[in-house]
Every structure is written in C-alpha cells, then in structure tokens.
C-alpha cells in the first residue's frame, strides 16, 4: 500500500511538472494600489528603455527583475528586443543624453515584489507562478508564455 | 570652475592614471538585494587614458605627443516630473562643468530644461556628450570641437532648451530640440561659453538652436535631421578684433544628418553650412564655409569594432573666421581604428589617422582605454 501510494505520487510530479514548466508566463505586474490598468508593448519598451510614461499624473518607473537568468533572457528578448550588451548601451546613452533614470536593478524576487507592492508608480516583470497568489500585485497582463 | 593644480605634468597624469585603474579594477558596492542605481538619483563615471604620438611634416603641427586622463562625472537626480543633471568633466589641469541642468517634464514626451546645456544642433555631441566611452572612434570630428578644443561653433549655451517627440505612422517617431539662450564670446583666441561656477566677463550675446529628426523605429537607433543655428559671437579680444577686422561674428549653421545601423554596420553622415557675418564700424564682410564627416563602423566576433571616418570641408580653407579662431582646424582627415571591448564595459581603441590643417600636415596614432562605472 505505501509503495502504491508512492508511485502514485510520483507519477502525478511527473504529470504536473510539465505542465507547471508549460505553463510558465512571464507578466507584466504593477502594485495592487496602482492607478495604471493597461501599458501597450511600445510603453513598456520605452518605459524599459529609461523613457517617460506617464499615468494618471504618476511617472511611471520600470524596475529591473534579475531574480532569474530565464526570465531575463525573456526579457530582453520580448520586451526590450535587444541584446544585453546593446541594452546596456542604449541605457547608458539615454542617461547620458536625458539624465533619465535606469531601471532599478532586483536580484530577489522577493526584494522586487516588496519594491512593487510599496510605490504605485512602479512597474515590473515577473513569472506569473511568482505573483498569482500575492494580493499586494496586480498583473496587467502576460508578456511572454514558454 | 577651473583649478590649476600646481604639480608637474608627469606626476599628475601618473596620478590620475592610478585613480582610473583603481576605478576601473575596484566595482562599487552593490548589495545582493538591489543595484544601487536607477533610484531617484543616479550617477555614471567615464574614465579614459589616451596617448597620442604625432609624426608631422612640418614644425606647425600641433601639440607634440602627450597623455591624456580624464573622467566624466554625470549625475543625474530625478523627483516626479522634475529632473536634475549635471556633467562635470575632470582632467589633469582642470574641472570644468559642462552642463548643469534642471528640467520639468511638461508633458510624457516633453522636457523642459534651463541651465548650462549642449546645443541641439550637434548631430554628434547631443549624442555622445563628454562621455567617451559611448563614442567608438578616439576622437570625435574637428567640426564638433568643444570650444575649449578650438572648435568653431559655439556648443555650451546658458539658457532654456526644450525637447520633445511624438509618433508617426504605426512605428516611427519625429523628435524635436530647441535651445536658446548666450552664446559663447570670443576671447584670447577662443570661444569662451558662460561658464557655471567661474566669474564670467559678460558681453554675451544671442544663441538660439534647433534639430528636427525623423526616427523610422522610434525606440531604434536610427535617424534623419535637419538642424538650425544662429549664434551671435562678440569678439571681446582687442587685438584679435583689430586684426580679425570685426567685434561681432554672427554664425548661422545648417546641416543635415543620418544615422543608421544594419545588422553589424553602424554608418553616421553629417554635413553644416556656416554662413559667418562679420561685422564692424569698418569693413563688415560676409564669407561661408562647409564641413562634414562619414564614419563607417563594423561589429565583428570577439567584440572587435573596426571603423574609418573620413572628414572634409570646403571654403574653409579661404575664412578668414577660421584662420583667426583656430590655426589647427582641420581642413581634412581620414582615419582608421579598431575598438575591442575587452570585458564588459571596458574597451580598448587604436587609432590612426592623417590631418591637414592650415598650416600644416601630419600622422598621428592614438590609444585609449575607456570605461564605464558603475
């Protein structure tokens, strides 16, 4: 009977993990508290690319989520559509220029979901597993699914 | 403000070297929860050693050999829609400040600034301002001088400059800047912008300056512009108005420029027109001059960057504005250089070229290490 039931465990792991990996999304998240219902694609990129947007009189800051090496790929893939390399130039050169703000780099997620949570005004990515049960983050939508 | 420091060339640059290898080896703290930038304040250094060895024919040619330290401070600071930035540019003889702004954003893509600021009409320096890092080749082009390089056309206005852009079509955008405000004056045989900190002699009068840009992905690298200038010069050298024959020098400056990236190749053309009206109680004239740049750059493997710029002008050689402005303007040059990014945010360039001024000809190598903190 224990064996039974341990096999059976593991047969159901073995069901659920592909689809918990088939499942995984990367979502656009901003505080439960925000007043910003909806960013298209080109305000997120320019949002990420150090440039204005603007919400409800709120200027709206992007942080960096670097709390997964996948998700970031995800990232600069979808969302800025660049290489990290070219990315990081283009952030240096629009501070330069502008002296606009870069993204607030995270290396938790848990350091980010609290820095959402806390300012209306922020605005990030996350992987959707991360942020479905938290009340205190509202996702806008998904960005990207696997 | 300007302070001489009172220690031999050599000691100086051995010192500064040292502080930009530490710089550059030492990475600032940063705590395991969060990088301790893009909050609301945010700085950025750009160090960068050169050597220059010059070959020339003739004993006219400028400045012999020399080394070169410098580092570019930017900080920045913003809180809601007010925004804060300054530039401060550290050599081995001098700290000057080169722009210090204060802006509002007036709407989601327009900013307003007043303060001390590079004028718009610069295809290469609204770009790369001090920063040179961001720039790939060594040197930027003789006609985009600072002023305190002998270059021709005012580029540090004290005033108001607004910039700002909007959508075309389903993906491209159209950006707009417009400054004005004093111009530089022309003093000891250059052009003296207001300065920030230092006292400043006065007598400044107009500058005004504008560029219009078409971006064909607005978000992407590249774009087509015009831009427009008219900076009005008061030659408060006496000797020099005497023997330039004028105590006013209006410039107006037309050009036009484009800049492209395709997969690996990077191209960048830019021409001005200068029309300089020279006036005084005498014998006002007016002459014209031209002057333009292509540069061609390459992304490679290993993160190799070849480039090549050529630069030309014309009439420029017959102004009598240039000749009394600055002796060493280049009439032509052609380079070629190699920039590898040795590790992230660092790189290596050398760079060869051949200039003529008005005097005289000669070859030149440079070699640079640049980089970026934090």
């Known amino acids: 009977m224990r064996w039974s039931a341990a096999l059976l465990c593991a047969l159901l ?21 925000s007043p910003v219902t909806h960013l298209d694609a080109i305000e997120v990129r320019k949002l990420y690319l150090g440039l204005s ?27 800025v559509a660049m290489p990290e390399s070219v990315y990081e130039r283009r952030l240096l050169s629009i501070m330069l220029q502008q002296g606009a703000r870069r993204p607030q780099a995270f290396e938790t997620a848990t350091a980010l979901l609290a820095a959402v949570a806390a300012d209306p005004s922020a605005v990030s990515v996350a992987w959707a597993t991360e942020v479905v049960q938290d009340r205190r983050i509202r996702v806008l939508r998904v960005l990207w699914r696997d | 403000m300007r302070y001489e420091f009172d220690v031999r060339p050599t000691a100086r640059l051995a010192v500064l070297t040292l502080l930009v ?3 550059g080896c030492r990475a600032p703290p940063v705590s395991a929860e969060e990088h301790h930038h893009g909050g609301d304040s945010d700085w950025l250094l750009f160090p960068s050693v050169e050597a220059i060895e010059r070959s020339d024919t003739h004993e006219q040619a400028p400045q012999d050999d020399f080394e070169r330290a410098t580092v570019d401070v930017l900080f920045s600071h913003s809180q809601g829609r007010f925004r804060a930035l300054a530039e401060t540019e550290c050599a081995i003889d001098e700290v000057e400040i080169e722009r210090l702004q204060l802006g509002w954003e007036v709407g989601e893509n327009t900013l307003l600034w007043a303060g001390r600021f590079h004028q718009p009409a ?10 040179q890092y961001l720039q790939t080749a060594i040197t930027r082009p003789n006609i985009e001088h600072w002023e305190d390089e002998g270059g021709l056309i005012p580029q540090h206005i004290a005033g108001l400059l607004v910039e700002s852009r909007g959508s075309i079509g389903s993906n491209g955008g159209l950006a707009f800047s417009a400054g004005a405000g004093a111009a530089p004056i022309l003093r000891i045989g250059r052009l003296e912008p207001v300065a920030v900190l230092r006292t400043n002699t006065g007598g400044h009068r107009s500058s005004w300056s504008g560029r219009a840009a ?6 992407g690298d590249d774009s087509f512009g015009l831009v427009l200038a008219q900076h009005d010069v008061n030659v408060l050298d006496p000797g020099l108005a005497a023997a330039f024959g004028a105590t006013d020098v209006t410039l107006d400056v037309v050009g036009a420029f484009a800049k492209m990236a395709r997969d690996d190749w990077r191209v960048q053309a830019t021409y001005y027109h200068i029309d300089a009206h020279l006036t005084s109680g005498l014998r006002p004239h007016d002459e014209n001059f031209g002057a ?7 992304s490679l493997p290993a993160r190799l960057t070849p480039f090549a710029r050529l630069e030309s002008t014309a009439n420029a050689a017959r102004s009598s504005y240039v000749a009394f402005q600055s002796r060493e303007f280049e009439l032509r040059r052609a380079l070629l250089g190699l920039r590898w990014d040795f590790t992230r945010n660092h790189a290596l360039t050398l760079e060869a070229g051949h200039a003529t001024t008005l005097l ?5 190598v440079r070699l640079q290490w640049s980089f970026v903190l934090p």
């Open chain 2, 122 to 131: 610069s295809a290469w320096n609204t770009q790369h301002h001090h920063g």
């Open chain 2, 214 to 219: 078409y971006e064909p992905d607005q978000l």
């Open chain 2, 292 to 298: 333009g740049y292509l540069q061609v750059e390459r």
């Open chain 1, 53 to 79: 947007v603007i919400r409800a009189g709120l200027s709206l800051r992007a942080l960096d989520n670097r709390s997964d090496d996948k998700l970031h790929q995800a990232f600069l893939q979808n969302v």
């Open chain 1, 13 to 33: 792991l073995l069901g659920a993990a592909p689809s918990v990996a088939a499942d995984r999304s990367m979502v656009l998240i901003v505080s439960a508290d």
């Open chain 2, 21 to 23: 290898a530490v710089l």
């Open chain 2, 360 to 364: 005289t000809n000669f070859n030149e």
